[in-house]
């Protein structure tokens, strides 16, 4: 008993220390080595897409450097030859190109110009071509192939207009005194180089350019001209018909040309540009400000808003101390069915008339013409009242008060009438009469009358008027032995006659 209880507690210890070795020894479950593993492929994953981006770029940076290098070759050739010498010796002209890419897009064939940075500010330049010249360069060089990247090579000479002695029409036509005309912008040569490639990420054609300006030394500064501004006096008025005048700009350059002529008209600042415009002025008639603001070619400007400019418009229908006259149309008639009529001319009053101008609205007046007291005449067209206005003229232009005459002008005949019938009939001896009576027609404002016609029933000859009256009613006396054919028609008070009345009429 005494042994068993000395070595439970040591068998114990024992169990406990086995336990604790197992723990030890325990692996990673499923799940823990799949986790493992994913992480390590994600990162093997990152490290390869750095290393090929790095790869990439490598390839990139050293298409750079070579195409930099091949610019700075090419300018150095450049470099070496004489100012005479920088020319480009291809026998023919440049083409253009279609191709966006390609550098020879700005080339101008026809005009054979080149634009040094494409879209940017520099505008095109003339090329310096001359044709078998040696030493010069080559507009195309042979391909340069550098490791798997194959380079083209592209050169240009362009004229440079230098400002030192005057740009544009102000370049001075010998800037550097050497006896040979360089007008015309030939003063300094550009020369540039443009390299293009496909870069290593395939995105298509890559490209370089390099420029330099080259010089013989020999221009002279030449101080701009001084730009003489331009003068503006007041406009001249061509025409004043009724509110719309026509104006033209009076206007020198001394030393240039008239750019731009701008012109504001009071009351409502209204503008335009022109040397000559035509401006229709508000109500009431008066008289309204004109100002005129003109720029020469130089950028030099003049206005006349010191002058007080100013135009009167003139009421057509108010005289200005010219002789009064009248106007008649068509004899005084009320009516009329033709848009032609005759006109009948006074004098009334004033001094003797030797021209005259006709208008169909007080407005727009025709041009004059000698004074007649007799004028054919054309209405507007369209049914309605229709006004004539007519002013004189003396021999000094003066004319009178607008005078006019009014006429209906109705080229619309009347409906025929209905409801054609004999009302009564009555005999006496050896004659019968017959009373007819009929209905208007509707929609008629200037209604004349009616006149019924007749003839014998057996008859094919014309018919004969058997009454003229402005009532619905009419009587006919003839032989009782007789039969008559009977209609009616409406005639309005321009004399249209309309159709006849429809059958059946009335015989008897």
Known sequence: MWGMRTSSPMVARRFRNRLARLRDEEGFTLVEAMAALSILAIGIFAAAQALTAGLVTTGLSRQRLAARS??????????????????LSDASPLSHSTTSTNPDYWVDQNAQTYDPDGSGPLGPESMVRVAGASPALQHYQNPLVVGSTTYTVYRYVTWVDSPTDGIGAADAADGNRDGVSDAGGQDEKRVTVVVTWNDEFGRGTTSQTQSSLFTDGKVIYTAP???TPPTVSCPSVSSINDRTVTLSAVTSDPDGTIASVGWSFGPDSSTATGTTVT??????????SIVNTVVDNGGGSATNSSLNCSVTTLNPLAGNGGPDGSVVIAGGATYTNTTIVTLTIAKTSGGNPTQMQLSNDGTTWNPKVAFNTSASWTLLTGDGTKTVYIRLFDSSGRYGTATNDAIVLDTTPPGAPTNFVIASSSTSGSNKTLSFTWSAPSGVADLGGYRVWGRLITSTGAFSLVCDTSSTTCSHTHKKTDTYEYYVQAYDLATNVGPQSAAPNPTG
């Open 70 to 87: 091949a610019l700075d070759q090419q300018m150095e050739d450049a470099r070496t030859l004489n100012y005479d010498n920088l020319v």
């Open 225 to 227: 001209t001084k730009n």
């Open 279 to 288: 401006h229709t002025f508000p109500l009431p008639y008066g008289t309204y």
